[in-house]
């Protein structure tokens, strides 16, 4: 889950366990642009992807939507919910998380696996993991801007590129939670198939704190597809 959430978001950084990042949004002319910007989260939207991995055949399928609002300690703050198929049942397993939008700051994660109830992960990320987020953010610069044709349609976007290794992203406004319309990393490429304006919340049920060994008996009782 973290993997691929971080995949996604600062796209194509390192793929290290979850943490928080903080980053100034909006156009600021006395700092260099952050990758961060591609985050505009609005209710309701939100899209499909395809990650084509260079080991796999079959390609994975995300979907990745805003399904809420709500203020957190005075500043707007959005759930943003992200799907895939499992792969132990096939079935969709569900993930939010409620992000502040002017800091980047991630406060909440709640995931709900195929034919289990919905668990809310501890969430207190270290200083380290916070540094560490931030000096990842801070790899990418912003090199142009192109037109990028996706099975999605043609989008005017920012050409993003990571200052070291592979990496590049392609951005673009119209695309929420985050703008990323392509991403190509050194084994895999995500591309944008489809855009959502009317999306709703999957996680349902009352949420209960994460217990990691009733977790992992419920998930050995699943059965295998």
């Given at each position: 889950m973290n993997r691929k959430f971080f995949l996604l978001l600062i796209a194509a950084v390192s793929l290290c366990c979850a943490g928080a990042a903080s980053a100034q949004m909006?156009?600021?002319?006395?700092?260099?642009?952050?990758?961060?910007d591609i985050f505009r989260p609005e209710v309701g939207?939100?899209?499909?992807w395809e990650i084509s991995h260079a080991k796999r055949d079959k390609p994975d399928t995300l979907d990745w939507y805003v399904?809420?609002?709500?203020?957190?300690?005075?500043?707007d703050g959005y759930w943003v919910e992200m799907s895939h198929a499992d792969e132990r049942s096939g079935q969709p397993a569900y993930y939010k998380m409620l992000v502040t939008k002017d800091d980047f700051q991630f406060h909440r994660v709640i995931m709900q696996m195929p034919g289990m109830p919905a668990m809310?992960?501890?969430?207190?990320?270290?200083?380290?993991?916070?540094t560490r987020m931030d000096?990842?953010?801070?790899?990418?610069?912003?090199?142009?801007?192109?037109?990028?044709?996706?099975?999605?349609?043609?989008?005017?976007?920012?050409?993003w590129?990571?200052?070291?290794?592979?990496?590049?992203?392609?951005?673009?406004?119209?695309?929420?939670?985050v703008g990323v319309v392509k991403m190509v990393s050194a084994d895999e490429t995500m591309t944008l198939v489809k855009i959502t304006s009317d999306a709703t919340e999957h996680i349902t049920g009352p949420v209960q704190p994460f217990d990691p060994q009733a977790f992992m008996r419920m998930r050995k009782a699943q059965p295998q597809h």
């Open positions: 909006g156009v600021n002319f006395f700092k260099k642009p952050n990758i961060a939207k939100g899209g499909v399904v809420g609002k709500e203020s957190v300690a005075g500043k809310e992960m501890p969430w207190n990320p270290s200083d380290k993991t916070r000096e990842e953010l801070e790899k990418w610069s912003r090199v142009g801007t192109e037109s990028i044709t996706v099975p999605a349609g043609t989008f005017s976007c920012q050409h590129k990571k200052n070291e290794g592979t990496g590049d992203v392609w951005a673009s406004e119209k695309v929420s939670p």
